[in-house]
């Protein structure tokens, strides 16, 4: 076979065969070095995405002004628009009248020939009462001829007696059982007059009775023979569970002294009451009342009834309001505003609405730090009723009392009163001593009930101090 041709494609493959290198098998490979692999920090290599997914988008934050409260809360939904004159004039639409600022001076009395009527005899209207010393204290109001207006009254009634009753037993009793001893009236009657001596009683009146029973308890006959004892309410009072050897039962040991009177005088309630002219003696400062008389015997008092055509007499309102602030070293509530609405001389038929009513207004308030703002006292002069302003939370309870001396209200009113401002205004006047604290009711006071302050008992001290004036609470059901 001839050679080829060098310009032939058989050449050209010869010549491609002989450039390719013969690949060397190197068989040491225990003469291999091997190291570790170390990274460094200098090196930067790119991060690979092992999940394959794609990443957030970096958030790139501009610098610049913070954003404002209005700008970054939430937007609203437009409110409509609030006329806020309903709340910054609330007193537009009533009758206020002027008022003046109450003074500190005492008034003086009404006299007993100014109340009497032509007859001799006192006729008033109790609204309230309260018991001192084993007397009852009515309170009430009273016409006085020479200004044909009607005044508070207070009206002391002495020598109102315990009414005992005493159920003889059939025999006598000793040591928890009967005997045969037949027992007769007299044998209770020295037992009874023997527990007066114990007691010291000196005045007490025994004598023989018939009464009727119609309550729970068993044994006890429907109408039998009883021992009446009659004794003074200052004198101590028997156990309620009272027994002896000759009498079985002992009634009426726990009747107050106010229900007593009211049951034997059949007294519904507040009515017009008639004093004879006898029994009329002259009372001085008891009482914060206008007119006081004192009468010897209750025997002298009756109950007039509606046919003598005499109606309820108008009775003077007080709406009273209180602001708080919290004294926060002394954990106390401190009175900031004290504000009274008066209403004088309103009938209870009458049916004309509040806003149509004549009436005052008096503020008393102190600032709440050491001053008040610049200008405060002069734009306070300009609102409508009467706006004092004091130094001190002591000044502002001296006129507030000072208030309620001069307008003598019959009902106080307002709400939560009975249960939140009322125990503050107390507390607050105790607190500061205030002269002249006991003002807030009507019966004039020499100190302090010992049980203020002392759980349920802290209430009817409370109410006692109160009395002469009624409590008009709106915000509970009796109120409303």
């Known amino acids: 076979m001839s050679d080829p041709v060098p310009s032939s494609p058989i050449q050209k493959a010869i010549e491609r065969k002989g450039l390719v290198k013969p ?25 690979v995405n092992i999940s394959g997914s794609r990443p957030a988008p970096k958030v790139i934050k501009k610098e610049g002004p913070y954003p404002s409260p209005a700008s970054s809360s939430p937007t609203r939904p437009p409110a409509d628009a609030v006329d806020p004159s309903a709340w910054n004039d609330v007193t537009s639409k009533l009758n206020v009248l002027s008022s003046q600022a109450p003074e500190t001076l005492s008034f003086g009395k009404v006299k007993i020939e ?46 109102i007696l315990r009414k005992l009753y005493f159920l003889p037993r059939t025999y ?27 007691l010291r009683v000196g005045m007490h009146k025994i004598k023989p009775c018939s009464r009727k029973y119609a309550f729970e308890l068993p044994d006890i006959p429907k109408e039998a023979d009883y021992l009446k004892l009659m004794y003074p309410y200052d004198k101590p009072a028997l ?92 954990n106390k509530q401190e009175i900031l505003v004290a504000s009274a ?17 004549p009436c005052k207004t008096y503020t008393m308030m ?29 000044m502002l309870l001296s006129k507030f009392l000072a ?16 249960d939140v401002d009322y125990p503050i205004l107390l507390s607050r006047m105790r607190e500061r001593k205030t002269p002249g604290w006991h003002r807030i009711g009507r019966m004039k006071r020499s100190e302090w009930p010992r049980t203020m302050g002392k759980g349920g008992s802290g209430f009817f001290a409370e109410r006692q101090l109160i009395s002469g004036r009624l409590i008009c609470d709106i915000a509970n059901d009796m109120g409303k």
């Open 23 to 47: 690949m060397v098998d190197d068989d040491d490979d225990d003469a291999m070095e091997v190291s570790q692999a170390v990274g460094s920090k200098d090196i930067k290599t790119a991060s």
């Open 114 to 159: 100014d109340a009497v009527e032509q007859d001799g005899t006192l006729r008033m209207f109790w609204t309230d009462y309260t018991e001192v010393n084993g007397s009852l204290c009515l309170f009430g109001k009273v016409k006085d001829k020479s200004s044909k207006n009607y005044v508070s009254a207070f009206v002391k009634i002495d020598n």
């Open 172 to 198: 006598r009793q000793k040591g928890g059982r009967d005997t045969s001893e037949g027992i007769q009236m007299e044998d209770v009657y020295q037992e009874v007059d023997g527990l007066m001596t114990k």
């Open 239 to 330: 156990p309620v569970d009272l027994k002896g050897e000759t009498f079985a039962h002992a009634f009426g040991t726990n009747t107050a002294l106010f229900e007593q009177f009211v049951l034997w005088k059949r007294i519904m309630g507040p009515c017009w009451l008639k004093f004879d002219e006898a029994d009329l003696n002259p009372v001085n400062n008891a009482s914060w009342c206008k007119f006081e008389v004192q009468v010897s015997s209750p025997k002298s008092v009756t109950v007039l009834s509606e046919s003598d055509g005499l109606g309820a007499p108008p009775l003077t309102f007080m709406s009273i309001s209180l602001r708080t602030t919290l004294n926060v070293k002394e």
């Open 341 to 357: 609405r008066v209403y004088e001389n309103i009938a209870l038929t009458d049916m004309t609405s509040p806003e149509e009513l």
């Open 366 to 394: 102190r600032p709440a730090e050491t001053a008040y703002p610049a200008g405060f006292e002069t734009l306070a002069k300009k609102q409508r009723g009467t706006i004092m302003t004091e130094k001190s939370e002591q």
């Open 403 to 418: 208030l309620i001396e001069r307008t003598d209200p019959d009902v106080l009113m307002g709400h939560q009163l009975q």
